[in-house]
Structure formats: C-alpha cells, structure tokens
C-alpha cells in the first residue's frame, strides 16, 4: 500500500522551469515504477513520464522528450519531475502514480494514485 502526496506545482512563465516532488508513505516504495501524469481542463489523463523500481529505466512521452527528467530517491520515498523549457501546452494538473508492473504506459496499470498539483505556464 501506498499513499502519494506531490508539491512544487506554481506559475511559471515560458521557457522557465519547475521541480515536482512526490512524496510516498510507507516501506515499500522502492518496489513500484513510478509515473507522473497531466491533465489538462476537458483532457485525458496522459502519461507524461515514467521510472522503473530501481531507476534504470525511463519512458517520456514525445512531447516532453529532452525537456523533463524523471528521477527518484528510494531513500527518501520520493520521485522527482524536473521540468525545463516549459510550454504553454505544459499547463495542467500533474499527478503522480505507482504501477506493479515495468514497462507500463496506461493508466489501468498504476494502483496509486496522489492528489495532483496545478502547473501553469504563461506565454
């Protein structure tokens, strides 16, 4: 069982960058991939980015590709989202997400889920 919790969400203009955290309970967070979603006002929910367990492994959807990094600190049961030269289309709701399985890209795959934080990027 995991509970997800993540900040660092904000305003920010074009071009700028932002740092989401999440930060997850109890002891077994280093077994779970890790993903960040966004959702935008009338939107799917999207996978944006992905990690396996251990953090070998990453996914980035096309979009964000060379613009955001996904990492994570096993020992402080947090994944990370840096985000660079952020877009207007950036702007949405970011939530982050823990899956049993890797490779996974589709929500059905992730069993937990945390509250999201909003993401706005001015043009």
């Known amino acids: 069982q995991v509970q997800l919790v993540e900040s660092g969400g904000g305003l920010v203009q074009a071009g700028g960058s932002l740092r989401l955290s999440c930060a997850a309970s109890g002891r077994t967070f280093s077994t779970y991939a890790m993903g960040w979603f966004r959702q935008a006002p009338g939107k799917e929910r999207h996978l944006v980015a992905s990690?396996?367990?251990?953090?070998?492994?990453?996914y980035y959807t096309d979009s964000v590709k060379g613009r955001f990094t996904i990492s994570r600190d096993n020992a402080k049961n947090t994944v990370y989202l840096q985000m660079s030269d952020l877009k207007p289309e950036d702007t949405a709701v970011y939530y982050c997400?823990?899956?049993?399985?890797?490779?996974?890209?589709?929500?059905?795959?992730?069993?937990?889920w945390g509250q999201g934080t909003q993401v706005t990027v001015s043009s």
């Open positions: 997400a823990a899956s049993n399985t890797w490779p996974t890209g589709t929500r059905a795959n992730y069993n937990y």
């Open positions: 990690i396996s367990s251990t953090g070998i492994g990453a």
